[in-house]
């Protein structure tokens, strides 16, 4: 058994686990980081991630944003979002100016970021130990044992953060899964003209559709049953297209080519508590939401935010014991929750293919377009997330 007491061990150093450390950075800690993958190990294949206004001030703090915006094509500004729901009346425009802001969010290159992060750990000295993989977390009153696959003894911390993406090996922590029975197919699509910031949120009774500008093109998350996004990745250019402008009824039109189609099976999964003895448990580890909202991340960043503020305001010698742990749940609760309500709220409104909701959708939608205080909370709420 190592003899070495961490201050703090993160597992997974994914955007939401490095960005846990890199706020740690200059608080005087022993941190060390745990990751599966290979050094310089970025994925495979890139996807696109629709980060806040409020993300942006979060890796702007970090030093992350600066090296992220250099890198050519990897940040594109949504500064407008059009709402709509195909069949039925009532559409929503959100605005970046209506909130004095250069943008709503942006849509990032997952690999861009990641790298990003990467250098960022790098450049502040906090030691990654790539290639760990994690095989079991846990704790006792006085220390948490963070087991890596093939070492023989527990590396020790007075806590330990999961951000592994799945919170799979922790002691004491369950999750509750719903499944949508819903695949998200996503994919690039080109249009007459450039998305100029402009992004679309679609509700159609099969699933929501949304397509984010991405430099020239779109980034296109097409929600469907299993079978239909089966058969949207077997057709061809030409057929899906035509589809494609079939869901947006005219609302967007104009589309002429289409690339690097892939899916994701889409669940709800959350953990009712997030914390256990010793662990606390952070982003996708703690939730993984539907992409509906485009919230996932950035809830996930704001956890690993809040926990760096809270450990940092902690004496050394009291990180990671029950009453620090029971004030990060705490400030987290209401923030979590109101995440998952909203997506779920949305999904089973908008992704309902009841005739009987189209009204109530469409008062909905008139409404929020309508009443500028309710669209000022509501947009406040998905820029920055909600506090009590
Ligand atoms: C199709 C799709 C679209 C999405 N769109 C959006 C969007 O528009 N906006 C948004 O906010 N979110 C979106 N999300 C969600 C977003 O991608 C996740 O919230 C985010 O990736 C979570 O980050 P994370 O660091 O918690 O986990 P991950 O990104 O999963 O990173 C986990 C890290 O832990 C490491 N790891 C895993 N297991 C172990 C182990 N046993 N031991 C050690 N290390 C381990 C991995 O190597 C990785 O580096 C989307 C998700 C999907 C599937």
């Not at 050094?39 to 090296?67: K, M, N, T």
């Not at 009774?205 to 980034?219: I, K, M, S």
């Not at 949305?346 to 669209?375: E, Q, T, Y």
Request: aromatic share 6%; net charge neutral.
């Amino acid at each position: 058994m190592s003899t070495v007491l961490h201050d703090v061990i993160v597992v997974g150093a994914g955007p939401v686990g490095a960005s846990l450390a890199l706020a740690l950075a200059d608080a005087d800690l022993d941190i060390v980081v745990l990751d599966a993958r290979p050094e310089s190990g970025l994925p495979g294949s890139d996807r696109s991630i629709a980060l806040s206004h409020g993300a942006r001030l979060i890796f702007e703090r970090l030093q992350v944003w600066a090296e992220l915006a250099r890198t050519p094509g990897a940040v594109t500004p949504i500064t407008d979002i059009d709402i709509s729901q195909a069949g039925g009346f009532g559409t929503a425009g959100l605005h970046a100016r209506d909130h004095h802001l250069p943008a709503l969010g942006y849509v990032v290159s997952y690999s861009a970021l990641q790298a990003a992060l990467d250098t960022a750990l790098t450049r502040a000295r906090i030691p990654v130990r790539y290639g760990a993989t994690v095989a079991h977390a846990g704790g006792t009153p006085a220390y948490a044992g963070v087991n890596v696959a093939g070492e023989s003894g527990p590396l020790l911390g007075r806590l330990a953060v999961i951000a592994d993406g799945s919170g799979a090996h922790v002691a004491g922590l369950s999750r509750r899964r719903h499944d949508y029975e819903q695949t998200a197919l996503v994919a690039k699509v080109w249009c007459r003209q450039p998305p100029h910031g402009l992004a679309y949120e679609r509700f159609t009774p099969d699933g929501p559709v949304a397509l984010l500008p991405e430099n020239d093109h779109y980034a296109l998350v097409w929600t469907g049953s299993p079978a239909a996004v089966q058969a949207l990745l077997a057709t061809d250019d030409a057929s899906f297209l035509a589809r494609l402008a079939l869901r947006f009824g005219g609302r967007r039109t104009g589309f002429t080519a289409i690339a690097q189609r892939r899916s994701f099976p889409l669940a709800l999964e959350v953990a009712p508590s997030t914390v256990s003895t010793r662990c606390a448990v952070i982003g996708n580890a703690a939730q993984a939401l539907h992409p509906v909202a485009g919230q996932g991340f950035n809830l996930g960043l704001r956890d690993a935010y809040e926990l760096a503020r809270i450990v940092i305001d902690t004496p050394v010698e009291s990180i990671g014991n029950p009453s620090m742990l029971a004030r990060y749940a705490r400030h987290r609760r209401w923030d979590r929750w109101a995440g998952v309500a909203l997506t779920h709220g949305l999904l089973g409104l908008f992704g309902n293919a009841s005739p009987w909701l189209r009204w109530p959708r469409g008062i909905a939608l008139a409404m929020l377009d309508a009443m500028p205080p309710a669209k000022h909370m509501f947009t406040h709420a998905m820029l920055f997330g909600a506090h009590l």
